[in-house]
């Protein structure tokens, strides 16, 4: 399945006012379990932080989680960066509108190549590398971007249907390169890398995975049969928007033995 004209479609809905995206921003927060774990983990992270900390968000998308980072502390430095030249200047309008680019900056950039030597004390990388194939690359230049004690934080599909493959090997998302991670290959890439301290545990156990099916899998595949499923969506969300929120209240409560999503940080060291 194809998610470009999706994203696209949903861009153009939510970028005719500030509100608009900063309401969209909210529901993906809500919907999303990956934001629930990442959140959970940058609150954490936040209070270790000074003040004119650095922060690095790999793969920025949409921008919501840098626009999540720069509330959660306002003097913070971001930078966001994006394959796609539209999402970079998207976010840049609304941010300049928010009155935010002063500290918040987008920019289109490739990060198999980017690299700003010991800059960054927080590195994001939220559902980037399934869609990178020489992710070795990327893994090594945010260790050489990280300063030292700076911490990569990252999400991505693990290798337990994280990408959704069938029998056939096709993917629900096409734009993903790989069916997701094996832990110990991920982290023996981190550690090859130079990362130390890494964790990784599973999310998206068997109640998380539902409220992915829920929320995400069974909406967009509406949408791309049909886009006047737009008119009924409000409805559908009405009625699982509940049971969603109880389904990732528990996913983050709890430690799974295995789920198709995995959390991951990993720490530069003092050499």
């Not at 993906?28 to 629930?36: E, G, I, S, V």
């Amino acid at each position: 399945m194809q998610y470009d004209n999706i994203k696209r479609t949903l861009g153009v809905v939510f970028n005719h006012h500030p509100a608009l995206r900063k309401c969209f921003y909210m529901l993906l927060d809500l919907l999303l379990l990956r934001a629930w774990h990442i959140k959970k983990e940058l609150r954490r992270l936040a209070k270790t932080l000074p003040d004119d900390a650095y922060i690095f968000d790999a793969g920025a998308g949409f921008g919501q989680y840098a626009y999540f980072m720069a509330h959660l502390n306002k003097k913070w430095n971001i930078k966001a960066v994006d394959i796609k030249e539209e999402q970079v200047e998207d976010c840049n309008r609304f941010f300049e509108k928010n009155r935010q680019n002063h500290r918040v900056h987008f920019e289109r950039a490739d990060l198999t190549a980017f690299c700003e030597p010991e800059k960054y004390h927080i590195a994001l990388a939220i559902d980037v590398m399934e869609h990178i194939q020489d992710d070795v690359s990327v893994f090594r230049n945010i260790f050489c971007s990280l300063k030292q004690g700076g911490v990569l934080l990252m999400s991505t599909p693990s290798d337990k249907g994280g990408s959704d493959t069938d029998h056939d090997r096709n993917t629900f998302i096409d734009e993903h390169v790989r069916n997701g991670y094996n832990p110990e290959e991920l982290r023996k890439k981190l550690a090859n890398a130079g990362f130390s301290e890494i964790k990784i545990a599973y999310t998206y156990g068997r109640l998380g995975n539902i409220s992915w099916l829920l929320s995400m899998k069974y909406p967009m595949l509406a949408l791309g049969a049909s886009k006047l499923f737009f008119i009924l969506l409000p409805f559908y969300y009405i009625i699982v928007f509940p049971l969603c929120l109880l389904l990732n209240w528990w996913d983050i409560s709890v430690r799974h033995s295995s789920g198709t999503g995995l959390k991951i940080s990993g720490v530069k060291l003092q050499s």
